[in-house]
Protein backbone atom coordinates (compact mmCIF):
# COMPACT_ATOMS: atom_id res chain seq x y z
CA UNK A 1 0.00 0.00 0.00
CA UNK A 2 1.34 3.42 -0.78
CA UNK A 3 1.08 6.50 1.52
CA UNK A 4 -1.70 8.30 -0.59
CA UNK A 5 -3.46 4.36 -0.05
CA UNK A 6 -2.94 4.62 3.47
CA UNK A 7 -3.77 7.66 4.47
CA UNK A 8 -7.66 6.94 2.19
CA UNK A 9 -7.53 3.66 4.18
CA UNK A 10 -6.83 5.63 7.59
CA UNK A 11 -9.77 8.11 7.16
CA UNK A 12 -10.53 11.47 7.17
CA UNK A 13 -10.05 12.31 10.39
CA UNK A 14 -6.17 10.39 10.82
CA UNK A 15 -5.42 11.98 7.57
CA UNK A 16 -6.48 16.03 8.72
CA UNK A 17 -4.66 15.09 12.25
CA UNK A 18 -1.35 14.59 10.53
CA UNK A 19 -1.89 17.62 8.13
CA UNK A 20 -3.00 19.59 11.22
CA UNK A 21 0.22 18.71 12.95
CA UNK A 22 2.42 19.63 9.69
CA UNK A 23 1.03 23.05 9.73
CA UNK A 24 1.46 23.83 13.39
CA UNK A 25 4.86 21.82 14.24
CA UNK A 26 6.55 22.12 10.91
CA UNK A 27 5.36 24.72 8.83
CA UNK A 28 7.67 25.38 6.54
CA UNK A 29 6.94 21.74 5.36
CA UNK A 30 3.49 21.93 5.45
CA UNK A 31 3.89 24.92 2.64
CA UNK A 32 6.17 23.11 0.78
CA UNK A 33 3.73 20.56 0.22
CA UNK A 34 1.28 22.81 -0.23
CA UNK A 35 3.55 24.66 -2.84
CA UNK A 36 4.27 21.22 -4.48
CA UNK A 37 0.75 20.14 -4.73
CA UNK A 38 -0.27 23.76 -6.11
CA UNK A 39 2.30 23.30 -8.80
CA UNK A 40 1.00 20.11 -10.42
CA UNK A 41 -2.42 21.80 -10.24
CA UNK A 42 -1.55 25.06 -11.44
CA UNK A 43 -2.45 27.37 -8.74
CA UNK A 44 -0.33 30.69 -7.81
CA UNK A 45 0.68 30.74 -4.20
CA UNK A 46 -1.64 33.28 -3.82
CA UNK A 47 -4.78 31.19 -3.78
CA UNK A 48 -3.39 29.14 -0.45
CA UNK A 49 -2.71 32.86 1.22
CA UNK A 50 -6.19 33.76 0.23
CA UNK A 51 -7.36 30.65 2.57
CA UNK A 52 -7.52 30.41 6.47
CA UNK A 53 -5.78 28.06 8.49
CA UNK A 54 -8.13 25.34 8.69
CA UNK A 55 -8.86 25.16 5.23
CA UNK A 56 -5.25 25.07 3.93
CA UNK A 57 -5.58 21.77 6.51
CA UNK A 58 -8.78 20.95 4.42
CA UNK A 59 -7.27 21.45 1.15
CA UNK A 60 -4.15 19.65 1.95
CA UNK A 61 -5.67 16.78 3.08
CA UNK A 62 -7.91 15.75 0.03
CA UNK A 63 -5.35 15.85 -2.29
CA UNK A 64 -2.57 14.42 -0.30
CA UNK A 65 -5.02 10.87 -0.91
CA UNK A 66 -4.49 10.75 -4.82
CA UNK A 67 -2.25 9.12 -6.37
CA UNK A 68 -0.34 11.10 -8.25
CA UNK A 69 0.44 13.13 -5.22
CA UNK A 70 1.56 9.80 -3.31
CA UNK A 71 5.48 11.55 -3.09
CA UNK A 72 4.01 14.02 -1.18
CA UNK A 73 2.28 12.07 0.97
CA UNK A 74 4.93 9.85 1.96
CA UNK A 75 7.20 13.03 2.96
CA UNK A 76 4.70 14.08 5.45
CA UNK A 77 3.81 10.48 7.10
CA UNK A 78 7.30 10.27 7.42
CA UNK A 79 7.77 13.52 8.56
CA UNK A 80 5.01 12.99 11.49
CA UNK A 81 6.62 9.61 12.48
CA UNK A 82 10.20 10.88 12.67
CA UNK A 83 9.09 13.52 14.70
CA UNK A 84 5.76 13.22 16.44
CA UNK A 85 5.84 9.88 16.84
CA UNK A 86 9.53 8.78 17.90
CA UNK A 87 9.18 7.48 21.19
CA UNK A 88 6.60 4.66 19.12
CA UNK A 89 9.99 4.26 16.54
CA UNK A 90 12.25 3.22 19.01
CA UNK A 91 10.27 1.15 21.73
CA UNK A 92 9.65 -0.90 18.00
CA UNK A 93 13.43 -0.83 16.72
CA UNK A 94 14.51 -1.67 20.34
CA UNK A 95 11.91 -4.15 21.08
CA UNK A 96 12.80 -5.94 17.46
CA UNK A 97 16.63 -6.21 18.20
CA UNK A 98 17.25 -3.14 15.15
CA UNK A 99 20.26 -0.44 16.06
CA UNK A 100 19.30 3.08 15.38
CA UNK A 101 19.95 6.24 16.23
CA UNK A 102 18.00 6.76 19.39
CA UNK A 103 15.12 8.93 17.39
CA UNK A 104 14.12 6.01 15.27
CA UNK A 105 16.35 6.62 12.08
CA UNK A 106 18.04 3.41 11.12
CA UNK A 107 20.97 3.13 8.99
CA UNK A 108 21.47 -0.51 8.35
CA UNK A 109 18.30 -2.23 8.47
CA UNK A 110 18.71 -6.10 8.51
CA UNK A 111 18.14 -8.94 6.59
CA UNK A 112 16.25 -10.64 8.85
CA UNK A 113 14.21 -9.41 11.52
CA UNK A 114 13.07 -12.61 14.14
CA UNK A 115 9.79 -13.57 14.45
CA UNK A 116 8.85 -13.11 18.44
CA UNK A 117 10.81 -9.82 18.74
CA UNK A 118 9.27 -8.07 15.96
CA UNK A 119 5.64 -9.52 17.81
CA UNK A 120 6.56 -8.02 20.94
CA UNK A 121 7.76 -4.70 19.60
CA UNK A 122 4.03 -4.79 18.07
CA UNK A 123 2.36 -5.64 21.35
CA UNK A 124 4.53 -2.99 22.75
CA UNK A 125 3.74 0.01 20.27
CA UNK A 126 0.13 -0.71 20.26
CA UNK A 127 0.08 -0.59 23.89
CA UNK A 128 0.89 3.30 24.37
CA UNK A 129 -0.26 4.20 20.57
CA UNK A 130 -3.77 3.97 18.31
CA UNK A 131 -3.82 0.79 15.97
CA UNK A 132 -3.95 3.45 12.79
CA UNK A 133 -0.69 5.17 13.99
CA UNK A 134 0.81 1.36 14.37
CA UNK A 135 -0.83 0.39 11.17
CA UNK A 136 0.87 3.65 8.92
CA UNK A 137 4.65 3.16 11.01
CA UNK A 138 4.83 -0.58 9.86
CA UNK A 139 3.34 0.06 6.51
CA UNK A 140 6.12 2.60 5.86
CA UNK A 141 8.54 0.01 7.68
CA UNK A 142 8.02 -2.70 5.34
CA UNK A 143 8.53 -0.47 2.33
CA UNK A 144 12.28 0.59 3.16
CA UNK A 145 13.04 -3.32 2.24
CA UNK A 146 12.34 -5.02 -1.04
CA UNK A 147 9.64 -7.60 -0.47
CA UNK A 148 9.39 -6.28 3.20
CA UNK A 149 9.52 -8.91 5.99
CA UNK A 150 7.45 -11.60 6.14
CA UNK A 151 6.57 -10.96 10.40
CA UNK A 152 5.19 -7.64 9.67
CA UNK A 153 3.41 -8.38 6.41
CA UNK A 154 1.42 -11.21 8.40
CA UNK A 155 0.84 -9.04 11.20
CA UNK A 156 -0.26 -6.49 9.15
CA UNK A 157 -2.65 -8.81 7.29
CA UNK A 158 -3.73 -11.06 10.18
CA UNK A 159 -3.67 -9.23 13.55
CA UNK A 160 -7.46 -7.98 13.92
CA UNK A 161 -6.13 -4.61 15.89
CA UNK A 162 -4.46 -4.06 12.71
CA UNK A 163 -6.97 -4.20 9.99
CA UNK A 164 -8.01 -0.74 8.87
CA UNK A 165 -11.52 -0.33 9.29
CA UNK A 166 -11.76 -2.69 11.91
CA UNK A 167 -12.96 -1.33 15.62
CA UNK A 168 -9.67 -1.40 17.08
CA UNK A 169 -8.05 0.77 14.32
Not at 68 to 91: C, P
Request: contains cysteine.
Amino acid sequence: MNASELLKAVGPEKCLEIVTWTQKDTREAFVTALHQIGAQRKLRPQYFQSKSRPEQVQWLASYLTWKSFDGVAEQILQLWLLKEKVGMLTTFLDAAGSKHDGKGQVDDLPDELEDDKVKAGIDAILKDNPAKDVVIYLTLFQKQKDGGWPVIADALENREELKLGGAAA
